[in-house]
Nanobody, 128 residues
């Protein structure tokens, strides 16, 4: 069964850290770009970051630059989003979505439902 599953969300205080995971099954992430999207309550889904195993490119939206970092573990077929110095405005449901054979420049122009596969999301709440 082909799917991607996000995990690692939770409640964290401002300034804290979380690491989200995006685990793929039924296919290998080695040839994919993996995008992280988030949707805050009452707001549109936005792209947060991207890492491409296809061309090595990365992307971070301005609001998370210097705080969020993508990494991957090929053996586990999993990509991680390390989120540090979290702010209340980082609150939302985080989704990973993958697109085969492209760089992050293509992911930047691809809507969420235009990606090849996407998960159901994991909720991140940043609050004191």
């Amino acid at each position: 069964q082909v799917r991607v599953v996000e995990s690692g969300g939770g409640l964290v205080q401002p300034g804290g850290s979380l690491r989200l995971s995006c685990a793929a099954s039924g296919f290998t992430l080695a040839a994919y770009a993996i995008g992280w999207f988030r949707q805050a309550p009452g707001k549109e889904r936005e792209k947060v970051s991207c890492i491409s195993n296809s061309d090595g490119s990365t992307y971070y939206t301005d609001s998370v630059k210097g705080r969020f970092t993508n990494s991957g573990d090929n053996a586990k077929n999993t990509v991680y989003l390390q989120m540090n110095s979290l702010k209340p405005e980082d609150t939302g449901t985080y989704y990973c979505a993958v697109l085969e054979g492209v760089g992050c420049d293509v992911v930047a122009g691809t809507p969420f439902y235009g990606m090849d596969y996407y998960g159901k999301g994991t909720l991140v709440t940043v609050s004191s």
